[in-house]
């Protein structure tokens, strides 16, 4: 029999709900596995038994940097989300997620919505269509909220005339805005978690889904710490170079000085941490160096 995968780390993160906005919070709910299941799907494609923990880290970070994807997917996480109905429709574009929503057919939806804080109020920017820009005064701002709530404060008055009338709840419920609040479970992979977590922390997210995003980045990096890691590494943190910024790189480079750096000069560049040699003076392997390395004589010497 196989064991289940938990860390203290990682359960200390079940039913602690993270605020989120003004009246929203997401908390984990259950999760399956963590590094250990990654690793442990990973060994039975390649038929390896257990390792060390840095071997584990070391396959971990090879998974991710070559996008052998589906041992990421063996970790599963349930969320409970309360967030604005806006926010949900950006959520539920993931369509590899498992949802189910609060139903305002069956139930009389609460009287919540979500009101922005007042820095967030801010101008239309001119050069992003989905993003704005510096804030506006205070006193046009604090004008906006007061449009806002008056506009809520209207439509939720209709709504509970309409169920004092007792119409059905599924029609009485039309008016409602996308900033009412509304609750889900979202259950997801890792594999697709990150991706999301990709898409929604990015400065061109909306504010409202990148303080779920961060939250719920909180847990992920809990449960499956060096995962997390490597989606940092080479994911988050990483930028791709398309073939024709390849060649800008490459004139850029060359025309900088006279042909390219010599070994040592690249050498001496490297991280530390692929610089390291054994007990014999040897270099030490390192996979990511090589890689790293091969990318560079790419840039150097493009195949025809
Ligand atoms: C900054 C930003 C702005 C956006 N603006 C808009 C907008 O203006 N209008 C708009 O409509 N959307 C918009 N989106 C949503 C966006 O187009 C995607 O729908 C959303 O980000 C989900 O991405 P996904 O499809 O990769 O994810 P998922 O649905 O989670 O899918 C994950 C991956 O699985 C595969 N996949 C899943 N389902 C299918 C399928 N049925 N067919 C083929 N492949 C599938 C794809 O490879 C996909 O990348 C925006 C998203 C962002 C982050």
Not at 11 to 38: H, N, P, Q, T
Not at 210 to 222: F, L, S
Not at 259 to 266: A, H, I, K, L, Q
């Amino acid at each position: 029999m196989s064991e289940r995968f938990r860390t203290a780390e990682a359960d200390a993160w079940v039913g602690r709900k993270i605020e989120c906005l003004d009246r929203g919070f997401v908390y984990l709910v259950d999760y399956m596995g963590g590094d250990a299941s990654i690793v442990q799907a990973a060994r039975v494609s390649y038929g390896l038994g257990t390792k060390s923990v840095s071997e584990d880290r070391g396959l971990i970070r090879y998974l991710m940097r070559h996008q052998h994807s589906t041992p990421f997917e063996m970790v599963e996480m349930k969320f409970h989300v309360k967030l604005p109905i806006f926010v949900a429709r950006q959520f539920i574009r993931h369509r590899t997620a498992n949802v189910n929503e609060y139903s305002g057919r069956y139930s009389i939806m609460p009287d919540e919505f979500y009101l922005p804080p007042l820095e967030q109020v801010t101008y239309q920017s001119k050069t992003n269509r989905q993003g704005g820009a510096e804030c506006i005064d205070e006193p046009q701002a604090q004008e906006v909220l007061r449009i806002l709530t008056t506009e809520q404060r209207r439509v939720r008055s209709g709504y509970d005339r309409m169920i004092e009338l007792d119409v059905r709840r599924e029609l009485a419920r039309i008016n409602l805005g996308v900033s009412q609040y509304t609750e889900w479970y979202w259950k997801n992979d890792l594999h697709n978690i990150f991706h999301f977590l990709k898409l929604r922390l990015d400065a061109h997210a909306q504010y409202e889904i990148r303080v779920y995003a961060e939250a719920m980045a909180q847990i992920v990096k809990a449960v499956a710490p060096i995962a997390w890691e490597a989606f940092e590494d080479y994911v988050l943190d990483a930028e791709r170079f398309s073939g024709l910024e390849m060649q800008a790189v490459r004139r850029l480079l060359s025309g900088q000085r006279e042909g390219w750096p010599e070994d040592d000069e690249v050498f001496d560049a490297l991280p530390e941490a692929w610089r390291q040699t054994t007990a014999e003076g040897k270099l030490k392997r390192n996979r990511e160096r090589d890689e790293f390395l091969a990318k560079l004589q790419r840039l150097a010497e493009p195949e025809e």
